[in-house]
């Protein structure tokens, strides 16, 4: 990329981006140990080659396990370009929502061998956010869901059939 004196010197920082353009990685540079894919796509595999589809359904499993209450799955494949599937659940209490966020964490790690980048909300756990990449798992308490109500944010999302108890 240019440095901040090529830019004062006439180069326009659209030069400066094409003329450092940064090849992505192809599923040829990418080895079976790395840990998350770069590129994504709608309804894309894991770096693990798991289906996004396939990670959803193992973590409202986990859930469905451990008594999670009003679980929903949503396609956004065809609506959002940040993620997949939404997964949203409610905890009794912040203690079972912290409960299912351990249960999620470990079966789809077992099942899927997928890990989150990155977990949020632990602290207050009244909305805890599990990032997957191309699923997010959003596990509440009752009084948060019916506060955010992702489900009618999200209204035009067919939801996943899931068939669980």
């Known amino acids: 990329m240019a440095n901040d004196s090529e830019l004062l010197n006439g180069a326009s920082a659209d030069d400066a ?4 353009a940064i090849d992505a990685p192809t599923s040829e540079s990418l080895h079976d140990d790395s840990v998350a ?9 894991s770096s693990s080659g798991v ?11 986990a859930m469905s396990d451990k008594k999670a209450q009003d679980i929903i799955a949503l396609d956004l494949t065809e609506l959002s370009d940040v993620c997949d599937y939404f997964v949203i659940a409610t905890g009794a ?13 470990e079966k789809v790690a077992e099942a ?3 890990h989150p980048f990155s977990i949020e909300g632990r602290d207050q756990r009244t909305w805890i956010l599990m990032d997957y990449g191309s699923v997010l798992v959003h596990v509440f308490t009752p009084e948060a869901r019916e506060y955010y109500r992702l489900e009618k944010l ?12």
Do not use: H, K
């Open 17 to 20: 981006i094409n003329s450092s």
């Open 112 to 114: 899927c061998r997928e």
């Open 154 to 165: 999200w209204g035009d999302a067919p939801r996943l059939e899931l068939g669980l108890d």
């Open 51 to 61: 289906s996004a589809e396939q990670v959803a359904r193992v973590a409202a499993e």
């Open 93 to 105: 209490n912040n203690r079972q929502v912290d409960t299912l966020v351990d249960e999620v964490e």
């Open 37 to 45: 894919s770069i590129q994504r796509s709608a309804a894309s595999l």
